[in-house]
């Protein structure tokens, strides 16, 4: 009946599965007909349902070009309602108000539960992956990885409010005298470090590849960070396997180029550099990949438990904010000391501060 009011209307490219879920043989007859149809639901809980399962059944049959659009109705409308209570103009511009698949499956997958935790927003990180998993064009599978993990970052990790610097216990305008070496350390502990350790672990994600397929998750999150991280990772998961030569031919490719030998011994690391044992840089690019990833989400709980601190002076808030910036202190002590860990001897020795 909606098909037939929407006919009556004016507005005839229109079919409905005659009251049965969308099926697998009818997304195929559509896309015969339209690169991009239309989707139409109900606004309440069911029609979201059913939605979804739309969007589940079409992600393993996507291929360039063909796709999907979901359009939401207002909230107790059907089509024929909709057409009676604002006319042809309103059905067409709820139409063209249609998401696309991807923005359909990020938004609902955002905000089907509550994301107050560490814990809720790795359930949304593993069921936005499980979608991915889904499809079967691998192309279209890494450009839909790529773009719900820069979005999931983006939510996930928010950029922490810039707030001025004042020193605590001395009055505005007296400054204690700094060491010569601080500016230095500052830098390290900061910016430094952190890009100093991500120029390896490219290096050490061409002279490992293999560990790709160990961290990429991890490296998914570092993917929007790093264009060299992207290729690599989006190369992984298109051919499955690669080899040193091949991953340094795909950033040769692209006009990337890896530090020279005399670079690569200042970087200093187990998996950088040529005489270390195996299985001990392999762990030293695992762990590098790792802190990596966890610093951002350290940051951002440190942020928010100073927030909470300032809002709420309870021991419980100090205690929270004191755990935290202990461990702030010690990851970055640990960043540090991989930036700048020694390089083991020919025979393969591990360095101290990796045995650690």
């Given amino acids: 009946m909606d098909v037939i009011a929407l006919a009556a209307a004016g507005i005839h490219e229109c079919v409905a599965p005659m009251g049965t879920a969308l099926t697998e043989r009818q997304l195929e007859l559509l896309w015969r007909m339209v690169e991009t149809p239309i989707l139409c639901f109900d606004g309440d809980a069911a029609g979201q349902r059913a939605a979804m399962r739309a969007v589940s059944r079409a992600l393993p049959l996507l291929r360039p070009a063909h796709s999907l659009r979901i359009v939401r109705l207002p909230t107790g409308l059907d089509p024929d309602d909709l057409i009676k209570r604002d006319g042809v103009k309103g059905m067409e511009q709820v139409l063209g108000q249609a998401r696309s698949l991807l923005d359909t499956l990020w938004l609902h997958e955002r905000d089907a539960v509550p994301l107050a935790s560490p814990e809720d927003k790795a359930g949304l990180k593993a069921r936005l992956l499980h979608h991915v998993e889904a499809i079967g064009d691998a192309d279209i599978k890494a450009l839909y990885r790529r773009e719900l993990m820069e979005r999931f970052s983006a939510f996930a990790f928010p950029p922490r409010e810039e707030r001025p610097w004042r020193p605590a216990g001395r009055p505005q305008g007296q400054r204690r005298a700094e060491p010569p070496a601080s500016p ?26 293999g560990e790709i397929g160990q961290v990429s998750e991890a490296l998914g999150a570092l993917a929007a960070e790093d264009s060299r991280i992207d290729l690599l990772l989006e190369a992984f998961e298109r051919h499955g396997e690669l080899e040193s030569a091949g991953a340094a031919s795909i950033l040769a490719d692209k006009g990337i180029s890896l530090p020279s030998s005399d670079d690569q011994m200042r970087l200093r690391l187990p998996f950088v550099i040529d ?82």
Avoid: C, N
């Fill in 184 to 209: 230095r350390l500052r830098r390290v502990a900061t910016g430094g470090a952190r890009q100093a350790l991500i120029d390896a672990v490219v290096i050490g994600l061409v002279r490992w590849p």
């Fill in 275 to 356: 005489g270390h044992e195996a299985d001990g840089a392999r762990r030293a690019l695992r762990e590098a990949v790792a802190l990596l990833v966890e610093q951002p989400a350290l940051e951002t709980a440190l942020a928010a438990a100073m927030k909470r601190y300032e809002q709420d002076l309870t021991d419980e808030a100090r205690l929270e904010h004191e755990r935290l910036r202990k461990r702030k202190l010690e990851f970055d002590a640990r960043l540090r000391q991989m930036a700048s860990a020694r390089a083991a001897d020919p025979s393969g020795k591990a360095p101290k501060t990796m045995a650690e």
